[in-house]
């Protein structure tokens, strides 16, 4: 198909990202599909040496560093009439103007889910094991444990407690299958039956705190759910338990959190805070029953490919006249991570 026959397509994102994106043989199947420059990736757009290229631009293919969709942006793209995002969540992304003018919008977040999804599923089968303790404990007295010190450790039965039944969450629903563990769900939005389907016995949250030895976040990051876990929920988990999140600093009030960890009452593994990074002088950076990551459970490196794969695929879509696999409606958005 000549190139003058293909829609007409702009990279909106940080420039760092793309080769890992779109490696060789998927940039090559992209051009098949779009009329598209790779070395035109804006970040700006009152740009004016990109100016001609969104002027004509049909679809916009997003990713981390793309400003917010709002009016002004789409007053720059009067053609625009799909978002391809090769990243997470579009909800800091697409505007209520972008909803307004029936852009259709596409997420590769479906794909960014699946290292959320392990990354959590490693955490908790180290947290089972006990293994931040053991290491901390081998670390200061380089001996072997006692049997009294691994009297509780292990992963048979253990209940795990899994908050918002989001892509992510689902996923580690399903990853959590073949162990022997009792899993949890809270998601307001979930029917016991479902639940069940899912392989979850459905409680309210407060219940899921108080009977789960490992909890994991996966609830959206909207007004309703900021500090979703309070002071006084977080009272309600059982000493010695352990929260995972992996999904949005705010959810968790940050100074309950920090004193229970400071007290040694619970455990964390924290791959998000709030605020991202925490100051310097926090003392969850040197806290022995925290376990702290700069944001990583997300893709990286090589797992950026699956993104770009998911976008490519979904311009051949588009091309076929079929509709979009990954489409995010923002009715969804209430109620997805």
């Keep these: 198909m000549p190139s003058a026959q293909l829609p007409r397509a702009v990279f ?7 080769p890992l994106l779109f490696p060789p043989p998927l940039m090559a199947r992209l051009r098949r599909t779009a009329d598209i420059d790779p070395a035109l990736v804006v970040r700006d757009f009152s740009d004016p040496a990109a100016a001609s290229a969104l002027t004509d631009a049909e679809i916009l293919i997003t990713g ?17 009439r799909t978002v391809l995002h090769a990243a997470g969540s579009v909800r800091s992304l697409v505007g209520e103007a972008l909803w307004a003018r029936g852009v259709t919008v596409s997420s590769a977040v479906t794909g960014n889910a699946v290292p959320v999804a392990e ?3 490693a955490m908790i089968l180290l947290a089972g094991k006990d293994a931040f303790v053991h290491r901390e404990r081998f670390r200061r007295t380089q001996a072997q444990p006692t049997p009294a010190e691994t009297a509780a450790t292990g992963n048979l039965g253990r209940r795990i407690g899994v908050i918002g039944a989001s892509r992510v969450g689902r996923r580690l629903l399903e990853l959590l299958r073949p162990f022997d563990f009792e899993v949890l769900l809270h998601d ?14 459905l409680l309210s949250l ?7 030895d490992i909890v994991s976040l996966h609830a959206p990051d909207i007004p309703e759910t900021r500090h979703m876990l309070d002071r006084a929920r977080l009272a ?18 940050h100074s ?17 805070t709030e605020p991202e990074p925490l100051p310097a002088g926090s003392p969850l950076y040197r806290l022995p029953n925290v376990f702290l990551t700069p944001h990583i459970a ?4 090589n797992e950026l490919e699956r993104l770009g794969r998911i976008v490519v695929e979904e311009l051949e879509r588009l091309a076929d006249a079929l509709p979009l696999g990954h489409e995010v409606r923002h009715a969804d958005l209430a109620r997805v991570a």
Excluded: Q
Excluded at 65 to 79: A, F, N
Excluded at 206 to 212: I, M, N, P, Q, T
Excluded at 298 to 301: A, E, T, V, Y
């Design 236 to 253: 309600l988990v059982r000493d010695g338990g352990v929260l995972i999140n992996t999904s949005r600093g705010a959810l968790v009030d």
């Design 64 to 80: 981390w560093g793309c400003p917010r969709l709002d009016t002004g942006i789409l007053d720059s793209t009067p053609r625009l």
């Design 119 to 121: 990354y959590t599923l």
């Design 206 to 212: 407060e219940d899921l705190l108080r009977h789960s």
């Design 256 to 272: 309950a959190l920090t004193d229970e960890l400071v007290s040694g009452r619970l455990h964390a593994v924290l791959d998000v």
């Design 12 to 18: 909106a994102m940080d420039p760092v990202h793309l």
């Design 298 to 301: 997300g893709s990286l490196g």
């Design 188 to 201: 307001p939005y979930v029917e016991a039956s479902e639940a069940a389907a899912l392989g979850a016995r």
